[in-house]
């Protein structure tokens, strides 16, 4: 079986990689850490030189270079998936899609995920709160540096969401360092932090860098995971449409290459929500946005 085959590669190039001195497996209890990642390279080992598959990046000329076929396996390109927000209350919606190759102001990407975006924006006032998605866990949060910023990553279990998978949500350009440890438990709809802007100053977006939520989503069929500087590394992972999770039809897989494979008509996900006031939409909704909605 190919995937098979893929996850096995995929075991060897994490275990090829050089695991640091704080790394720990598990959902045990422990502190935020601060400024860990400061100047280092990003997510997926993505530095050269080091025997591991760094992805092509777009030369920052407004090429796009083809995506590195493991990144592909794993589910990073564009899915398609289309936002309805609610018509009765007022929603901010997405700015720049998932899998998307340019930023919400029409720019081209140049990360190291081949140049598509590893999850969903959206362009946010500073000090917005942000919620909890579902109901879950806090695993990691901190401090990072240039294009990471305040972090907050939660876990969601198949018994959080009645999804068939563990969800691994990261939270990211939060105003503040979170206040929330490793181990907080928090219900759908509570606040996990405030929006801002920590990391977008000085790259692309200039001195006055773009506040907004970045939002990433891995899936595994397994709840393990290490956290160590600003990353998660999960066991088994797969990216994810972040809008996949509020996808309620019966018989969906929620894996990126079937849903990029359904019909447009199915493509389109409804969004359920908290509204300011604090009703969840539909009322039984497990997941609610990530922020809350202005009714109308
Ligand atoms: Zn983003």
Known sequence: MRFGIFLAFMAALI??????????????KRGMMGGGGKGSGGYMGGKKGNGTETPESPTGNGKIKKIPEQLEQMG?????????????????????????????????????????????????????PLLAIADGEVIHGGEG???????????????????????????????????????????MGQAVGLSGLTGTQGGHYGATGYPHLHMTVYASDVSDYEAFKFMVRVKNMRYLDPLALYITTPGTVYENHALRDLPDDQKEVSVPYKDTVGNMFPKDTRLVWPVACEPK
């Open 15 to 28: 275990l090829s990689l050089p695991q640091p001195a704080d790394a720990q497996m598990g959902s045990g």
């Open 76 to 128: 990073l390109f564009a899915v398609g998936l289309k936002a309805v927000l609610p018509s009765a209350a007022k929603c901010e919606g997405i700015a720049s899609p998932f899998g998307s190759s340019t930023r919400y102001d029409g720019s081209y990407r140049n990360n190291e995920h081949g140049g598509y975006h590893s999850g969903l924006d959206i362009t946010l006032t500073i000090g917005t």
């Open 145 to 187: 540096g240039l294009l990471v910023g305040n972090f907050l990553w939660m876990r969601h279990a198949p018994e959080d969401t009645g999804l068939p998978f563990y969800a691994f949500v990261k939270y990211q350009h939060l105003d503040k360092p979170p206040s929330l440890q490793a181990g907080d438990k928090m219900k």
